[in-house]
């Protein structure tokens, strides 16, 4: 078996509250926040899954699953962190997009979205059919020598090889 050249996390947000009028700035709900502590948890367990670049939806819900993973994470190490608005209710033709400015260096990346979008990319990227509950996470690995945009673009070539769901 080749070598794993790239690892992607898909990471659904953990579960918002409905306390706000609008969608995009709805908060993590107090369960919500337990899911993101401890799917944080369940990736700095997972070595050589570290991400080292962390691509994170602008919706308030997204940004406070990804405070909470990294705080659990800044215990050993802090990665680099890009929000964007495109990731709003998008899936695989968002991270496509992304992945054109995503540098060869890095090669463990967490992607924080949301659903339908982000099932619907596992299944485009990998061919399995996973539905993300709030805060489960996917964990995808390529083996080809491909950037990452091309890697991305290569449909059905990622390996699906694990699934992460918040334990408590």
Sequence with gaps: MDRIKKRV??????????SSSSD???PLSEIGKIQAKSVGESILSKNEWKPDLVIVSEA?????????????LSIQYSPKLLITKTFYHRGWEEI?????????????????????????????????DIFLEPA?????????????QNALLDRGSWNFEELFSPKF
């Design 136 to 148: 489960w996470a996917a964990l995808l690995s390529y083996n080809k020598n491909l950037n990452w």
């Design 9 to 18: 996390i898909l990471l659904r947000h953990a579960e918002s509250s409905f």
């Design 60 to 72: 308030l819900r997204t940004r406070e699953t990804w405070s909470l993973i990294s705080k659990t």
């Design 96 to 128: 496509v997009y992304q992945g054109g400015f995503i540098e060869e260096q890095y090669k463990n990346i967490l992607l924080i979205g949301h659903n339908p979008g982000w099932s619907n990319a596992i299944s485009t990227l990998s061919k399995a």
């Design 24 to 26: 995009f700035m709805r």
